[in-house]
């Protein structure tokens, strides 16, 4: 099976002539020759009962030296709806599971692992839930029935850790699943198609989440089986993949854009809150007490800071809703967000200016840093984002 060498990692949507298959399964595999041939076996069974004629098994095998490969096409007399793509000069989980893809016939695409770690059984619930309604149906180990094997600690914080992760650089998408570490999903063609994947590394189903049009998504638990057979291929070049993988969708999905606005803003924000402070503490100007000034000087760059978020770094969402009422809710919103902010900024700046003792100005800056992640991250699902969904 020729697969086309596309530069473009997007996949195709089906032709009218080409809606006969209902499910494409794709399987990554390297060095998996002890395991893929047990693995068909299972698959074709359930499927075969499942969905008589009407799916398709696609083995996307990057040349492994223990030439998987050769034994997937070996199997293809006794499993005729077994596809074989051997990439060569080619690495990489989540791409090979692309290229099986845009290989597929199916109007629902799904991925398993290999090597019988993921319980081939689970397969029928989770296409049942794409029959049901849902566009992505993923297996999770941390919901009910789920699990891990007996992986050591060291493996489950890390696994954890990764999420703990996602959940910082990129909440919107990793929150969206409760193991957006799987690799065991289906999914609806219509869902991802004619969109520019490009995903690093082992995490196909961030990619998805982050790209898709992904309304109604459905979980089913399942324990990740022990391995019997080879070896992990996870090595610190996926953790390290895995977090450029989330940096650069957080940079791609608009919302970095929105926090260097945001950045901007508090910029301003931070040269109205000096310039009163200093007119209002330094014993030149009019040399009142830090605190009432510092107090003074932030409500002003908490008015300037709404003042230019709401006509500018929120404007698409503040520009659904003009009338009075839900500017003032969300100036109202912003301010106690800020509010809230400034006391944290007062309570750092006494700890960096009393307990450090860095000069006051520094101590400030310092601590504006700080608040101003605090103050974007709240008011984005806070004060902007809550009132859109009212209209
Ligand atoms: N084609 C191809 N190319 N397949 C690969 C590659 C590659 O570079 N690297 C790994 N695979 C295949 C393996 O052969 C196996 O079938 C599957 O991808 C998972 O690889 P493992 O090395 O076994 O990963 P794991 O057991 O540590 O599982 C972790 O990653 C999986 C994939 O995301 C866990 O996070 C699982 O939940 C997850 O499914
Ligand atoms: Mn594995």
Redesign the pocket.
């Known amino acids: 099976m020729p697969s086309p060498i596309s530069s473009s990692l997007e996949i195709p949507t089906l032709s009218q002539s080409q809606r006969s298959l209902y499910f494409s399964l794709v399987?990554?595999?390297?060095?998996?020759s002890k395991n893929i041939k047990d693995l068909v076996a299972v698959l074709t069974e359930l499927l075969d009962e499942y969905l008589p004629n009407n799916y398709e098994l696609i083995v996307?095998?990057?040349d492994s030296p223990d030439r998987t490969w050769e034994v997937a096409e070996a199997l293809t007399s006794d499993y005729p709806l077994l596809k074989v793509i051997r990439?060569k000069g080619e690495?990489?989980?989540s791409t090979?599971v692309i290229r099986g893809w845009q290989n597929a016939d199916g109007q629902v695409l799904g991925v398993i692992?290999?090597?019988l770690?993921?319980p081939p059984e689970r397969l029928l619930q989770l296409l049942d839930a794409i029959k049901n309604g849902a566009d992505l149906a993923v297996a999770s180990r941390h919901i009910d029935t789920g699990g891990v094997s007996n992986w050591n600690l060291v493996r489950r914080f890390l696994?954890r850790g990764a999420q703990l992760l996602g959940l910082i650089i990129l909440p919107s998408v990793i929150g969206k699943v409760t193991d957006p570490?799987?690799?065991?999903f289906v999914v609806c063609r219509s869902a991802i198609c004619d969109r520019q994947l490009d995903p690093i590394g082992?995490?196909i189903l961030i990619e998805v989440l982050a790209r898709g049009s992904i309304s109604k998504i459905t979980e089913v638990g399942y324990v990740?089986q022990e391995?019997q057979e080879g070896e992990?291929?996870?090595t610190w070049k996926q953790y390290i993949e895995y977090i450029s993988h989330l940096l650069r969708l957080r940079l791609s999905l608009g919302e970095f854009q929105r926090f260097l606005k945001f950045g901007l803003v508090g910029f301003s924000g931070v040269f109205v809150d000096m310039t009163v402070l200093y007119l209002l503490h330094d014993p030149s100007a009019l040399g009142w007490g830090l605190t009432r000034s510092k107090f003074i000087a932030g409500e002003v760059a908490i008015i300037n800071n709404f003042i230019w978020n709401d006509a500018w770094t929120f404007n698409d969402l503040s520009s659904k809703q003009t009338a009075w009422r839900s500017k003032l809710k969300r100036f109202i919103k912003f301010n106690v967000v800020c509010l809230i902010g400034l006391g944290l900024n007062v309570l750092l700046l006494n700890l960096f200016f009393n307990i450090l003792h860095i000069h006051y100005l520094a101590a400030n800056l310092l601590a504006i840093a700080i608040v101003t992640v605090w103050n974007f991250w709240i008011n984005l699902k806070l004060s902007w984002r809550v009132t859109d969904t009212g209209q």
Not at 181 to 184: E, L
């Open positions: 399987i990554p595999t390297y060095n998996e996307v095998d990057d990439r690495r990489g989980l090979a692992d290999g090597d770690q993921h696994s570490m799987s690799g065991y082992y995490k990740f391995r992990s291929k996870v």
